[in-house]
């Protein structure tokens, strides 16, 4: 009885397994239960969908008045923002892209904010501050303590390595791209983060802005500003309630 | 040569009993370049199409019919509708409308006229490239057996038969030809086949119909087995020089089972050409080139010339990795920071440490004191109340006796 060789067993990659898991459950039961609402997949072309020209003038004027009211913004004293508490900030876009002029959306691409519910850590130099300023409507931020520093980075930490985002699973693709800093972990990244090591600018680019969930219920859904009563502009210390929310 | 490259077709032998020339050895001819011409169903359809309509005979309806009364509307007021009515009296016909085709004996709508355009004119080139590609079918079996002849019996496909058939002059001794080279169940079919045609044909001079049986192609002008063969039933017979396409493709479709006589698959080469030589009898004729020559994908896939270029297979697909939650999965953690482990381990110990210390702390407190240590905390309480009595130390000592009424 010649017996042939084993064969080799076709290891399938996880992410492959999840997918049709997935696929095979959740999938085929919204399709049912869209069959029996008598939804259908697919985006109809509604008469609603053509835009008219009153909407069209409307979003320009909206967009201009966008536009001088951050003219106005970075007219107003400064003196507040040049004292920040902290070095570290983190900033969370909270708007959406409508109804923005396009030099706010520019600012918020240098940001690397460029989706909503987007988080970055920045440096609380003056600068940044007065970016944060002309864009106050449309991102929060605050001074995370240590401990959201290390969730969130633990959590949703990505790297960019060859302009590809990289999760970080291990401390290899850390020492690879940091290593000539001195950062060969992700501790080590934490650790800079939060206390503003040498190499602090480099980490910040190497993570790449953290994609957050929705909070259940933690904005107001209001564009004033949060002393105000809103969500929008600095919140100082109680942006870790937010984070813990949102991560 | 071109010639040579071509498969070989042998001659089917009729036997010596039926014609006094005797052959001995089979003898072949090499298979003539218009078999090989491409196969175009779609032309031949379109091309069988026009053609067919070249035979018809015109029809019309008189051109008098339903105008030959004067008849003329009678207006508004009297209670009938407006259709212009036969005038004059005395009969069932007068008064009755006339002249519209939806009047009772009026003209029909859009009377048929006799200057149709019956016949239908097609590119030369077209009919040729129609006729050639009848012809390369039919040297396909597996075409001829779609199109429904019974060829399960014949040896060779083209079939090719001697030149002594061309002399053949009894039907008898055609249906014994046609019996000996496997043809006969298709004659056969097509004599069973017979049969009333259905629907108002059958009394406007159509009334028998039945399939095509097979087509016999000879070379020489004036052969006799056109009388022979002429009336087996579904039998055609026609001179290779005159091949026609309502015959090589009755309805348009392809594949009809020709016998060739060996004379007539001789002249296809001079009649046809091949695809660089002009042909002879067709002036500047060159068979149809097709769009691929080799169409067979899969040969040409995995042929060398296809193979050493192409770059290898990619077995490692890199795929993108789960990222995995080190906060809640602990095994993540750990190759992410193996302290974490310690870290952790030591925060449950002080925990663990804190918890027990503030029960032992409460239990203390809350536990139930045992009968001696409340009889001796009792007994402490009346020994410093005596002393406080007795105590002459104390200031106010006499105010307290009097207050108290206390004596010593």
């Not at chain 1, 060859?162 to 650790?191: F, M, S, T, Y």
């Not at chain 2, 009394?203 to 022979?228: C, D, F, Q, W």
Request: overall charge positive; hydrophobic content about 35%; some cysteine.
């Amino acid at each position: 009885m010649a017996e042939a060789e084993p064969l080799e067993m076709a290891y399938i990659s996880e992410v492959i397994l999840k997918k049709r898991k997935h696929k095979e459950e959740s999938i085929a039961l919204t399709r049912k239960t869209q069959l029996e609402l008598g939804q259908h997949g697919g985006k109809k072309r509604k008469v609603e969908d053509i835009k008219r020209p009153e909407q069209l003038v409307r979003e320009f004027r909206e967009r201009e008045l966008d536009f001088i009211r951050m003219k106005q913004r970075t007219k107003r004293a400064k003196s507040a923002l040049s004292t920040p508490n902290s070095k570290l900030l983190f900033v969370i876009r909270l708007h959406g892209k409508n109804d923005m002029h396009p030099k706010t959306r520019k600012i918020l691409y240098n940001l690397r904010l460029t989706r909503i519910f987007h988080g970055v850590f920045l440096k609380a130099s003056p600068g940044v501050l007065e970016l944060l300023q002309k864009v106050e409507p449309y991102v929060t931020y605050g001074y995370p303590n240590v401990k959201n520093v290390s969730c969130l980075i633990y959590k949703k930490g990505y790297g960019k390595i060859d302009n590809k985002r990289v999760p970080l699973i291990d401390n290899n693709i850390i020492e690879q791209a940091l290593g000539k800093h001195g950062i060969l972990c992700l501790e080590d990244i934490v650790h800079e983060v939060a206390n503003g090591g040498p190499r602090f600018r480099e980490t910040l680019n190497f993570l790449g802005p953290f994609s957050l969930n929705k909070p259940k219920e933690g904005l107001q859904g209001k564009k004033a500003l949060f002393k105000d009563g809103g969500d929008t502009g600095n919140r100082e210390n109680q942006i870790n309630d937010l984070i813990d929310k949102m991560n | 040569m071109a010639a040579a490259a071509r498969p070989l077709v042998s001659v089917q032998p009729l036997p010596a009993s039926l014609n006094d020339m005797v052959t001995d050895h089979v003898t072949t001819v090499a298979l003539p370049d218009v078999m090989k011409a491409s196969i175009r169903p779609d032309i031949v359809n379109f091309v069988h199409s026009n053609i067919s309509k070249n035979s018809r005979q015109p029809y019309a309806v008189s051109k008098k019919a339903g105008h030959q009364t004067s008849a003329e509307s009678w207006g508004t007021g009297r209670a009938v509708s407006r259709i212009p009515r036969v005038s004059g009296g005395g009969t069932h016909r007068a008064g009755q409308g006339a002249f519209g085709n939806m009047c009772r004996g009026g003209r029909m709508f859009a009377p048929t006229k006799t200057w149709r355009r019956w016949h239908r004119k097609v590119n030369v080139n077209q009919k040729r490239y129609a006729v050639v590609s009848a012809i390369a079918a039919s040297s396909i079996p597996s075409l001829v057996m779609a199109r429904g002849h019974r060829v399960e019996s014949v040896p060779e496909m083209p079939l090719v038969i001697s030149d002594s058939a061309e002399s053949i002059e009894k039907t008898s001794t055609a249906i014994k030809v046609l019996k000996e080279i496997g043809a006969y169940p298709d004659a056969e079919k097509a004599k069973d086949s017979q049969a009333i045609r259905p629907g108002k044909g059958k009394m406007r001079n159509r009334r028998y119909i039945s399939r095509k049986g097979p087509l016999i192609v000879y070379g020489t002008e004036g052969a006799k087995l056109v009388k022979a063969f002429r009336n087996i039933p579904g039998v055609d017979v026609a001179n290779v020089e005159r091949l026609n396409l309502l015959k090589l493709a009755p309805g348009g479709h392809l594949g009809r089972f020709v016998i060739w006589t060996k004379s007539a698959i001789e002249k296809l080469d001079s009649i046809y050409g091949s695809f660089e030589k002009c042909s002879e009898k067709k002036q500047g004729y060159v068979l149809p080139r097709s769009k691929m020559v080799n169409a067979d994908l899969a040969r040409i896939i995995n042929s060398d010339e296809v193979q050493s270029v192409v770059k290898p297979i990619k077995k490692e697909i890199k795929r993108a990795s789960l990222k995995k939650n080190p906060l809640k999965n602990l095994n993540v953690m750990l190759k992410l920071n193996p302290y974490a482990k310690t870290a952790r381990r030591m925060a449950l110990l002080a925990e663990a440490e804190r918890v027990k210390s503030k029960k032992e702390k409460l239990d203390k407190k809350r536990k139930p004191v045992s009968k001696e240590e409340l009889a001796a905390a009792k007994a402490a309480g009346k020994a410093w109340y005596k002393t406080m009595i007795s105590d002459s130390d104390y200031t106010e000592f006499e105010n307290f006796t009097k207050w108290l009424g206390v004596s010593q």
